[in-house]
């Protein structure tokens, strides 16, 4: 059964159901992993998805920082679901002036391809170095179980999902799936439900990405971020409007020339833009919490999906 285009409530449901079944499981591995937030009660578990799965969970050791897990619908044999995780040390990545650069929309699959493997067709598309690193650690392996499943399938039809990193990550693996010739069996455009995520490319990477998963026909979208307005992950990494933003607060005034050189290195096919539709969910605040665990919990998965059930009821 094909995917329907179009936000669906329920689909995002389920799939931040799976996001918290990985997300607690990798969690399990590593205890410091689990957060010491003072957690309100009004933020309950998430439930399991009833309607999944799980068919395949990527080998992770306590330094394994990202990865992926494979669900199953159980009412469709074509279905399946790829969970993309990270660890949530692993946000430095988002600051660090050693990852937090952008890079060639390309990556080296050895293990499947000889050649590199496009994530963009545009020509100054660029994506954040961190980022691609962590995928391209797992990728073959990805595809090799999705080589095996679209053996046994007629179609293949994938959701793509993620939290955090992992969001961003889906990002990246759907603009590499969308063009790949590498899985033999008919494969459909996958649908992205992205909860937030951080900047993953710049301007030519999402423009690029944007017209492959909708191109302004919103109603037939296949990509959405889900994004709590007061999460300050999705904001990361900080491109030009952000910096220019900064300074006026700080009031602070750069000399000409470091002014001249931060408006040509941030430059558009040098700055970070977010792809896909965004999907806005409104953030509320917690009494009797810190400055700081308030600005934790507005990117809580749990804090997310109250966030979708209530202002998305199905």
């Given amino acids: 059964m094909k995917i329907t285009p179009g936000f669906n409530a329920v689909e995002a449901s ?3 159901q799976i996001c918290a079944q990985a997300e607690q499981f990798q969690n399990s591995l590593l205890p410091g992993e689990q957060s010491r937030l003072r957690i ?3 933020l309950s578990e998430v439930p399991k998805p009833h309607n999944w799965e799980l068919y395949y969970r990527q080998k992770a050791t306590d330094t394994t920082n990202s990865g992926f897990e494979i669900w199953k619908k159980k009412a469709n044999a074509e279905q399946f679901a790829v969970c993309f995780w990270a660890r949530s040390h692993l946000q430095q990545l988002l600051k660090s002036s050693k990852y937090n650069r952008l890079v060639a929309a390309e990556i080296n699959v050895k293990a499947v391809s000889e050649k590199k493997e496009k994530l963009a067709d545009a020509t ?10 962590q995928l391209s650690r797992w990728l073959p392996d990805l595809i090799e179980q999705l080589i095996r499943i679209s053996a046994k399938c007629r179609a293949l039809f994938l959701y793509l999902t993620g939290h955090g990193i992992g969001a961003a990550l889906a990002n990246l693996f759907a603009s590499w799936y969308g063009r790949q010739t590498l899985i033999p ?10 909860f937030g995520p951080p900047k993953c490319g710049n301007e030519a990477f999402a423009t690029d990405f944007d017209q492959l998963f909708f191109n302004n026909r919103f109603v037939e979208a296949m990509a959405f971020r889900l994004v709590n307005d007061l999460d300050l992950v999705p904001k990361l990494p900080l491109s030009f409007p952000h910096a220019e933003d900064l300074k006026h607060k700080t009031r602070t005034r750069l000399a000409d020339w470091r002014d001249y050189f931060l408006r040509w290195f941030m430059r558009p096919s040098a700055n970070f833009q977010h792809c896909g539709v965004r999907v806005v969910l409104r953030g509320q605040s917690f009494e009797k919490l810190t400055e700081n665990e308030n600005n934790l919990l507005q990117h809580y998965l749990r804090h997310y999906y ?4 209530e202002q998305f009821p199905v």
Avoid: D, N, W
């Avoid at 100054?124 to 690193?133: D, E, K, M």
């Fill in 185 to 194: 069996t008919k494969c459909y455009l996958p649908k992205v439900y992205a």
């Fill in 124 to 133: 100054h598309a660029r994506v954040h170095f961190g980022l691609l690193s």
């Fill in 306 to 309: 109250q966030l979708l059930i």
């Fill in 40 to 42: 309100p009660a009004m």
């Fill in 14 to 16: 389920e799939l931040l």
